[in-house]
Every structure is written in C-alpha cells, then in structure tokens.
C-alpha cells in the first residue's frame, strides 16, 4: 500500500539501513498514522 518495497521496510525494522524521511511519509500515510508515530519508541 505504501509503495516501499518489502525489503526495504524489513531493513528498517532490523536497523541496517536508515529511513529515508519519503519512505516514512509514505509508510505513515498507508497506515494513516503521523509519520511522529513511526518515530516513537516502544
């Protein structure tokens, strides 16, 4: 829904590689969540 590859989201997750601030505005809004959100800690 995103756009973002699968790929590239598992390697955000895992931390070996950064997210680059598009992929998070595109992560937040297929989520319909502020991108802040994706940058909260547990």
């Not at 590859?5 to 969540?33: F, K």
Request: a neutral charge; zero cysteines.
């Amino acid at each position: 829904m995103s756009g973002v590859e699968r790929l590239t989201i598992q390697r955000i997750e895992s931390g070996a590689t950064d997210a680059r601030i598009g992929w998070l505005m595109r992560i937040a809004h297929a989520l319909n969540i502020p991108v802040t959100r994706l940058l909260e800690g547990e």
